[in-house]
């Protein structure tokens, strides 16, 4: 999710930790349980309007990885 729903996560984990679900235990696997929001920029469709599920748009994350790579490549061919 992108960096402008940081907000959002913030308040999701406090109410997590005040709830009680993120009590610092440790799970059978030896691992602490904890959320974090792994933020990134914001996705743009092809007419530089920001990407957004409410709008129709549907895009899996592997073919906006696909279409990342083969847009970085063909500008580093470009540039190189």
């Known amino acids: 999710v992108d960096a402008s729903q940081s907000g959002h996560f913030a308040s999701l984990f406090k109410l997590a930790r005040r709830a009680g679900w993120l009590d610092g235990s440790v799970g059978e696997d030896g691992a602490e349980c904890r959320l974090d929001h792994a933020a990134f920029g914001v996705v743009?469709?092809?007419d530089g309007?920001?990407?957004?599920?409410?709008?129709?748009?549907?895009?899996s994350l592997a073919a906006l990885l696909d279409e990342s790579v083969a847009t970085s490549a063909?500008?580093?061919r470009r540039l190189f």
């Open 49 to 59: 309007r920001k990407l957004s599920s409410r709008d129709g748009a549907d895009m």
């Open 44 to 46: 743009q469709g092809a």
């Open 74 to 76: 063909a500008v580093m």
